[in-house]
């Protein structure tokens, strides 16, 4: 089970956390013209990295705010942890 | 039966306590202090089990958590426990317990015939034969594989036992309370460090129990009492026994089973039977010893062959003898210390060591003691079949390759030493990179991948001098970087035999003209010969070669095998160990059983249970629940002999023809505030939402962005810039989450604020033509006329000195309101509603009257919306604005979303207008072809029609817009019905949906 570091409530299991997926991904902004592709790209695909995976977690059992978290995925080390409003 | 091998004296047992118990029916004693091993053994009792392949009678290889054979079945206060290692199972009064794998007993086992039919179950013996034909697998094959094989037998009763969770955090997490584990500890716990120290077994100690040390001026054993006597006063310590370490996850999150109660006759009232705790440790000492390493000969599987260790450990805890014409095999100096103790104790040991010159404090000592030894000689095979009666030995060439003056000797127990193999499965576990020691032909941790520190023979360690020095260091220098607290404590002095190198050689080779059975893997039967096999079929990596051969597979999971396993495959492939490498090591270390890992969370505590504040009120009133979510709901209401058929239809009616009311707390309520609030809906909903007035109700639809339904609602606008929303039950938990990731990562600029209401309010459906009668009983001074409260209206009041909120909304198509109250208040106000309500005949109707009243008006609901439908299908593309962008529009554009003949709700309507459609059944145009005949749509809901009393259902039917008045085939192959069917629109009920305006 890993630890997660809430940038609001400190360390915390796993288990008080869900997974949100891919923290890069940018929703097309809204009343723009997107491709099929673009929006497809958008909806659908997602990269599988080995290593490094900058991806999104929601304290929904603590504080529900949802947060970055740059994780290994093969060693499951977590190098940084991000307020939703915070670039790496 | 008398103790005929239990010394006089000697062990730790309390020899004060007498216990009796049962194995296999015959009643025996022991002591208090035993395990069911020990207590076997001093009975003479060594035929224990039958192994899993050929069923060779089997005993006791070890003496704790690696005995690969004693295997048994316990009775418990009426309660079955399969696969207890009789090794650890410790004795008390009344045990019961019995062999496993043998029928129809133990001593005369039909499956022994596999035994004598050998050469034909190789390895792979199962893939090769029971291939053909195919289809008799899992008819005959495997029925008959599974009655032969396996272990226990599992009980299928519910287990009345209680097991529990716990999450512990500490400083320092110690697994193994050996010298080692109790060095460290005591350094570190003087530190201030919150020390949690495990221990599997009874007692604390480890090899300090076994072993001819001094410690300070201290016996080991006492030095370990005093050690651990002082950590358990110390309020930063926890010291806990019956306690393993099984499982090292990410991030130093290790789990331990407590076996509780396991030891006594029952589980105290109160007290739990097992465990599991859940330690999140900043450091972790692995200091979990060493198990010996067997050597491998002939037979080496006969009852009566054992660990040297295993020997020791029976005599100097249990004063229990092995046999009384021991045979010591060794190619180290452990097994010397073996014959030692048998010689102290009166009996003449033979010793017969593979090394031809060896000489060492220890050796001397028994040479003092004028124990026989033989230098390069080796056991070729073990004599006997219950039990060892002798010993064919041989002198062995310098090159190991010969074998020579093979002679018979008498011996009624063969005690086996192949020096010592470091338990590395918890470091292996945590992610560390293993080497291979050639000092000492095993694996030790190297380099670790998180906080863990491998001390003592675990890390390769044999002397007790240099164990003792680095864990004083490392307890102390680990809890000092945590702490920043030193209080250092010296190394005591030890006096300790120095050994001499063991020997590189653990499988004798075999006579010529024989081929007796070499067991490396004694649980599953795998034997040299198998392993040369599955080598000459072309098998190489270790990890094909064990799933091939099961070598380390069983629930010993190797850990007297795994070396010997890679020894030979490297011999036959002329490589080094470690090219071979090992196989991975994965929790849990030992079996744990399922209670353990499953906890409190069985049967009804599955699941949290939530209740409306009107349950009571329902229980009281026969409603029979149903489970919606985590929510109980009334699914109808009982009167007299009714069945759910009959209430549910009488409980419809009642709504259509009176008024009725039903419990809907259960809905997801959302609190939405905020200046941007309406914009935020706007995004969402598919719908316009910017000019909903203050006071106004609308209907509203989500989608996900690959534009399917996700949930569906009414959301009210209670002020300017306050609104309330429902969800569904189901999916109140997503939609919350969906709304805080929109607020927080996609659009942080909208000024709104959302937070989850479901248990603040409870809520009332008050539905039927005469529902506003009761509405304004409920509500006397307010004007509840269709003009004053109009459909989709909403209106604060106060219900008999209770605040309300007041929503015309309708789920079931009849005029209807909800009304709110705060939770508290819920059961009143249904109390209130049903009291004044009576003078216009209304009834409390559940969720299956709910369903009944939705399906014939033709509202979705989840059945519709399943996650696989857009709005179109659903009949709700009339809600999808052409003006506004919203959550997933983009995705409706997409080919297959706007087909032609894309899939739509309709109404199915049974030709004779009796039989009913079971839920789930295939549309199909021509019900005699064959299957899988096309499909063109299914059924999702099914119900009565109260109005028109026949049977209705709802359909997604492919092309459903043009299949109106079109004739169908309902098929339902489960339940082997085929109904003609006519397709309807799908609001079969007030179509012009004139009765919720009325």
């Known amino acids: 089970?890993?630890?997660?570091?809430?940038?609001?409530?400190?360390?915390?299991?796993?288990?008080?956390?869900?997974?949100?997926?891919?923290?890069?991904?940018?929703?097309?902004?809204?009343?723009?013209?997107?491709?099929?592709?673009?929006?497809?790209?958008?909806v659908y695909l997602r990269k599988s990295p080995r290593g490094k995976h900058l991806e999104l977690w929601q304290h929904i059992s603590g504080c529900r705010q949802w947060i970055k978290v740059e994780r290994d995925t093969l060693t499951h080390e977590i190098f940084t942890t991000l307020k939703a409003n915070e670039e790496i | 039966m008398s103790e005929n091998f239990r010394l006089d004296r000697g062990g730790l047992i309390n020899r004060n306590k007498k216990i009796s118990f049962t194995f296999n029916g015959k009643q025996y004693f022991g002591y208090e202090g035993d395990t069911l091993a020990s207590a076997l053994l001093a009975n003479g009792v060594h035929l224990i089990g039958r192994s899993f392949k050929y069923h060779r009678p089997r005993g006791f290889f070890g003496a704790g958590v690696d005995e690969p054979y004693a295997i048994v079945q316990m009775n418990r206060n009426n309660e079955v426990d399969p696969n207890v290692r009789a090794t650890e199972q410790e004795l008390f009064e009344g045990l019961e317990a019995k062999s496993v794998n043998c029928w129809p007993n133990v001593n005369f086992d039909i499956g022994a015939i596999n035994n004598f039919l050998g050469k034909f179950f190789p390895a792979g013996f199962y893939y090769k034969t029971f291939m053909w034909p195919k289809s008799f697998w899992y008819k005959v094959y495997e029925p008959i594989i599974r009655k032969a094989a396996g272990f226990g037998t599992a009980s299928i009763k519910h287990d009345k036992e209680r097991y529990e969770h716990k999450y512990e955090y500490c400083d320092l997490l110690i697994t193994g309370s050996g010298p080692s584990g109790l060095a460290s500890a005591y350094a570190a716990a003087q530190n201030g460090a919150k020390v949690i120290l495990a221990e599997d077994k009874s007692r604390f100690g480890g090899s300090l129990l076994t072993s001819e040390v001094t410690i300070g001026n201290q016996s080991g054993q006492e030095w370990a009492e005093k050690i651990i006597s002082e950590l358990k006063s110390m309020p930063n310590v926890v010291v806990k026994n019956r306690s393993q370490v099984f499982g090292y996850y990410d991030h130093n999150m290790l789990v331990m089973s407590e076996r509780i109660s396991d030891h006594l006759p029952k589980t105290e009232k109160y007290s739990p039977k097992q465990r599991l705790w859940y330690i999140r440790a900043k450091e972790v000492i692995i200091s979990s010893g060493s198990i010996e390493r067997p050597l491998v000969f002939g037979n080496n599987d006969t009852p009566g062959v054992m660990l040297s260790s295993a020997a020791k450990e029976y005599l100097k805890i249990y004063g229990v003898l092995v046999g009384k014409k021991p045979l010591v095999f060794t190619n180290n100096d452990s097994g010397y210390e073996t014959a030692i103790e048998f010689k102290k104790n009166g009996i003449d040991p033979i010793v017969l060591d593979t090394r031809k010159n060896s000489n060492s404090e220890i050796i001397k000592e028994a040479k003092d003691l004028n124990i026989n030894i033989k230098s390069s000689y080796v056991v070729v095979a073990a004599k006997g079949y219950k039990k060892v009666n002798s010993a064919d030995i041989a002198k062995i060439s310098d090159d190991k390759k010969n074998i020579s003056n093979i002679e018979n000797i008498k011996c009624d127990c063969i005690c086996v030493s192949g020096f010592w193999t470091p338990t590395i499965h918890l470091a292996s576990q945590s992610g560390n990179k293993t080497k291979f020691n050639k000092e000492i032909d095993a694996f030790i941790p190297s380099q670790s991948k998180q906080k863990e520190t491998t001390l003592g023979s675990a890390n390769g360690i044999f002397t007790l001098e240099e164990t003792l020095k680095t864990s004083f260091e490392k307890g102390n220098e680990l809890s000092k970087q945590i702490t920043n607290k030193e209080n250092k404590v010296s190394v005591p002095s030890v006096?300790?035999?120095?050994?001499?190198?063991?020997?590189?050689?653990?499988?004798?080779?075999?006579?010529?003209?024989?081929?007796?059975?070499?067991?490396?893997?004694?649980?599953?039967?795998?034997?040299?010969?198998?392993?040369?096999?599955?080598?000459?079929?072309?098998?190489?990596?270790?990890?094909?070669?064990?799933?091939?051969?099961?070598?380390?597979?069983?629930?010993?999971?190797?850990?007297?095998?795994?070396?010997?396993?890679?020894?030979?495959?490297?011999?036959?492939?002329?490589?080094?160990?470690?090219?071979?490498?090992?196989?991975?090591?994965?929790?849990?270390?030992?079996?744990?059983?399922?209670?353990?890992?499953?906890?409190?969370?069985?049967?009804?505590?599955?699941?949290?249970?939530?209740?409306?504040?009107?349950?009571?009120?329902?229980?009281k009133n026969n409603a029979v629940f149903v489970d919606a979510g985590v929510w109980l709901r009334p699914r109808y209401y009982k009167q007299g002999n009714e069945n759910l058929f009959e209430a549910s239809k009488r409980e419809a009616k009642n709504v259509r023809q009176n008024v009725g009311v039903c419990d809907v707390t259960t809905l997801g309520k959302i609190d939405i505030k905020g200046p941007d609030a309406?914009?935020?809906?706007?995004?969402?909903?598919?719908?316009?939402?910017?000019?909903?007035?203050?006071?106004?109700?609308?209907?509203?639809?989500?989608?996900?962005?690959?534009?399917?339904?996700?949930?569906?609602?009414?959301?009210?606008?209670?002020?300017?810039?306050?609104?309330?929303?429902?969800?569904?039950?189901?999916?109140?938990?997503?939609?919350?989450?969906?709304?805080?990731?929109?607020?927080?990562?996609?659009?942080?600029?909208?000024?709104?604020?959302?937070?989850?209401?479901?248990?603040?309010?409870?809520?009332?459906?008050?539905?039927?033509?005469?529902?506003?009668?009761?509405?304004?009983?409920?509500?006397?001074?307010?004007?509840?006329?269709?003009?004053?409260?109009?459909?989709?209206?909403?209106?604060?009041?106060?219900?008999?000195?209770?605040?309300?909120?007041?929503?015309?909304?309708?789920?079931?198509?009849?005029?209807?309101?909800?009304?709110?109250?705060?939770?508290?208040?819920?059961?009143?106000?249904?109390?209130?509603?049903?009291?004044?309500?009576?003078?216009?005949?209304?009834?409390?109707?559940?969720t299956e009257a709910l369903s009944t009243l939705r399906i014939e008006m033709g509202h979705v609901a989840g059945s519709?919306?399943?996650?696989?439908?857009?709005?179109?299908?659903?009949?709700?593309?009339?809600?999808?604005?052409?003006?506004?962008?919203?959550?997933?529009?983009?995705?409706?554009?997409?080919?297959?979303?706007?087909?032609?003949?894309?899939?739509?709700?309709?109404?199915?309507?049974?030709?004779?207008?009796?039989?009913?459609?079971?839920?789930?059944?295939?549309?199909?145009?021509?019900?005699?072809?064959?299957?899988?005949?096309?499909?063109?749509?299914?059924?999702?809901?099914?119900?009565?029609?109260?109005?028109?009393?026949?049977?209705?259902?709802?359909?997604?039917?492919?092309?459903?817009?043009?299949?109106?008045?079109?004739?169908?085939?309902?098929?339902?192959?489960?339940?082997?019905?085929?109904?003609?069917?006519?397709?309807?629109?799908?609001?079969?009920?007030?179509?012009?949906?004139?009765?919720?305006?009325?």
């Not at chain 2, 939402?689 to 106004?696: F, N, Y």
């Not at chain 2, 001074?781 to 605040?803: H, T």
Request: net charge positive; proline share 5%.
């Open chain 2, 678 to 846: 309406a914009e935020l809906l706007n995004r969402v909903y598919t719908n316009a939402w910017l000019k909903l007035p203050v006071g106004k109700a609308r209907y509203g639809v989500m989608l996900r962005e690959d534009g399917i339904v996700m949930d569906d609602g009414t959301t009210t606008r209670i002020s300017e810039n306050h609104y309330h929303m429902t969800t569904t039950t189901a999916q109140a938990a997503n939609v919350l989450s969906h709304l805080e990731y929109y607020l927080q990562l996609v659009w942080p600029e909208l000024n709104v604020n959302v937070v989850s209401s479901t248990e603040q309010w409870a809520g009332a459906a008050i539905a039927g033509p005469k529902s506003r009668d009761v509405l304004q009983k409920l509500f006397p001074d307010l004007n509840v006329s269709n003009e004053g409260l109009p459909f989709m209206g909403y209106m604060e009041g106060n219900l008999f000195g209770v605040n309300a909120r007041i929503f015309r909304i309708s789920f079931s198509g009849e005029l209807a309101y909800e009304v709110n109250v705060e939770s508290g208040n819920g059961n009143f106000m249904w109390e209130k509603i049903i009291e004044l309500g009576k003078e216009f005949a209304i009834q409390p109707y559940g």
């Open chain 2, 864 to 998: 519709e919306l399943d996650g696989r439908t857009i709005p179109y299908d659903n009949g709700l593309d009339g809600l999808i604005s052409k003006k506004k962008d919203f959550i997933g529009k983009r995705s409706l554009y997409k080919k297959a979303f706007i087909a032609k003949d894309r899939q739509r709700v309709v109404g199915v309507v049974p030709i004779d207008k009796k039989t009913s459609i079971p839920e789930g059944s295939y549309l199909v145009r021509d019900a005699n072809l064959k299957l899988p005949n096309p499909k063109l749509g299914h059924i999702s809901a099914s119900c009565w029609s109260v109005e028109y009393n026949n049977p209705f259902s709802l359909a997604i039917l492919k092309d459903g817009k043009n299949m109106i008045g079109k004739k169908l085939f309902a098929l339902s192959p489960l339940k082997n019905k085929s109904i003609p069917v006519e397709i309807v629109s799908s609001h079969y009920v007030d179509p012009k949906g004139e009765r919720v305006r009325s």
């Open chain 2, 495 to 619: 006096v300790e035999k120095k050994s001499s190198n063991h020997d590189k050689f653990w499988c004798v080779p075999l006579p010529e003209g024989k081929n007796y059975k070499r067991f490396l893997d004694f649980q599953n039967d795998v034997a040299v010969s198998d392993i040369q096999l599955a080598l000459r079929e072309g098998y190489r990596s270790i990890e094909h070669v064990k799933r091939y051969t099961t070598l380390g597979m069983a629930t010993d999971q190797g850990k007297t095998s795994n070396l010997n396993g890679l020894q030979l495959v490297s011999d036959i492939e002329n490589k080094v160990v470690p090219q071979v490498g090992h196989t991975t090591f994965r929790p849990p270390y030992s079996p744990v059983s399922i209670g353990a890992i499953v906890g409190r969370e069985i049967g009804k505590h599955s699941k949290p249970t939530r209740k409306s504040p009107m349950h009571y009120w329902h229980e």
């Open chain 1, 1 to 42: 089970m890993l630890h997660i570091k809430c940038p609001h409530c400190g360390l915390r299991s796993q288990n008080e956390f869900s997974y949100g997926g891919d923290a890069t991904v940018k929703r097309p902004e809204l009343n723009k013209e997107v491709s099929d592709q673009d929006w497809d790209n958008f």
